[in-house]
């Protein structure tokens, strides 16, 4: 079975930059799957970031994260990641990576959920 896991999270002060890395475990191969990352904050629905497509061709982001995050992928490394950059603290939540066979930020979409990284923004 596809397991996802994230890696990458931290305590970063506000305006810095982190990058969360998705890969999978075992011997499965990221490459046939679309990869969105989503993130959730405490009492708050889990909100969809960026999405790529498996050739890496395409990628989408949510307005609120345009602009300041990046998603790539390196299929020969197996790894997906996102760049963050000039974080705030409304930032902070645990983010996740999902594999979906359509590109889209809707997470009904999504499976093979990881089991998230933790980015706290603060001072």
């Known amino acids: 079975q596809l397991q996802l896991v994230e890696s990458g999270g931290g305590l970063v002060q506000p305006g810095g930059s982190l990058r969360l890395s998705c890969t999978a475990s075992g011997s499965t191969t990221l490459d046939a799957y679309d990869i969105g990352w989503f993130r959730q904050a405490p009492g708050k629905e889990r909100e969809g970031l960026s999405s790529?497509?498996?050739?890496?061709?395409?990628?989408m982001y949510s307005d609120f994260v345009k602009g300041r995050f990046t998603i790539s992928r390196d299929n020969a490394k197996n790894t997906v990641y996102l760049q963050m950059n000039n974080l705030q603290p409304e930032d902070t939540a645990v983010y996740y990576c999902?594999?979906?066979?359509?590109?889209?930020?809707?997470?009904?979409?999504?499976?093979?959920w990881g089991q998230g990284t933790q980015v706290t923004v603060s001072s």
């Open positions: 999902a594999v979906s066979e359509v590109l889209t930020l809707d997470r009904q979409w999504y499976d093979y």
């Open positions: 790529i497509s498996s050739s890496g061709g395409a990628t």
